[in-house]
């Protein structure tokens, strides 16, 4: 199994932007779909964006499309999540998880290692 490390989350004021990071490491295959999610209190788990490991195809939820960038850098086996124009809505934690050894990555990939998360807070 995938094991993942998130990191990068912090406050930030409405309108700025913050950087996340995820460090896998125990990758069995090449071709995998890496994503990053966010829970706010009270609310359900949603997909922000999904990223193909071995095409660099991307998925953005609707809500951060436009603002939020997934990337990878494939020699450090990192994905990162630049999020821009952040609103105070973005305010959540935000998970990083992984599917291996698949040919289907979109917001709802059948992922099965997940991070620990990290805290993002935007004030307005």
């Known amino acids: 199994q995938v094991q993942l490390v998130e990191s990068g989350g912090g406050s930030v004021q409405a309108g700025g932007s913050l950087r996340l990071s995820c460090a896998a490491s125990?990758?069995?295959?090449?071709?995998?779909?890496m994503g990053w999610f966010r829970q706010a209190p009270g609310k359900e788990r949603e997909g922000v964006a999904t990223?193909?490991?071995?095409?660099?195809?991307?998925y953005y939820a609707d809500s951060v499309k436009g603002r939020f960038t997934i990337s990878q850098d494939n020699a450090k086996y990192t994905v990162y999540l630049q999020m821009n124009s952040m609103k105070p809505e973005d305010t959540a934690m935000y998970y990083c998880a992984a599917e291996e050894g698949t040919t289907y990555c979109s917001g709802d990939s059948d992922f099965d290692s997940w991070g620990q998360g990290t805290q993002v807070t935007v004030s307005s």
């Open positions: 125990g990758y069995t295959y090449s071709s995998n779909c």
């Open positions: 990223i193909y490991t071995a095409g660099g195809n991307t």
